[in-house]
């Protein structure tokens, strides 16, 4: 199985050495997305213009890879502080609806000078 590398500049740069998405089959493996703007700068602000950037980049790089985040199966949510938590989900249920959101799991994590990540699995029709 052949697998389709996804890098758009209309979406922050990968932080390191790895795609911003892998097609393979009808999947869309959408690594890790930052409050990174295209340029590569970090977006500074409180909790929601973070989290708000983050969810774009995810949606523009779906995009690029053929599909949209109401094709997601599955997201992981990374939070530097849980506190932040109510606040995520409501940007969630934004970007991903509330019919039918996709599974997730939510961590707390110790994020390097940002305060959210997020990465994704998402179905592509062929």
């Given at each position: 199985?052949?697998?389709?590398?996804i890098m758009t500049d209309?979406?922050?740069?990968?932080?390191?050495?790895?795609?911003?998405a892998v097609v393979a089959g009808n999947l869309v493996f959408c690594a890790g997305s930052t409050p990174t703007r295209p340029d590569g700068t970090r977006v500074e602000g409180g909790f929601e213009a973070q989290a708000r950037a983050t969810f774009e980049n995810l949606k523009v790089v779906a995009e690029a890879a053929g599909t949209s985040l109401d094709h997601a199966v599955r997201v992981g949510v990374y939070l530097r502080d849980f506190a932040d938590f109510d606040a995520m989900n409501v940007l969630f249920a934004e970007y991903f609806g509330s019919s039918a959101p996709p599974?997730?799991?939510?961590?707390?994590?110790?994020?390097?000078g940002f305060v959210i990540e997020?990465?994704?699995?998402l179905l592509r029709g062929e």
């Open positions: 199985m052949d697998k389709q590398i209309q979406a922050g740069p990968p932080g390191g050495p790895y795609s911003q599974a997730r799991t939510t961590l707390e994590a110790p994020l390097p997020i990465d994704a699995v």
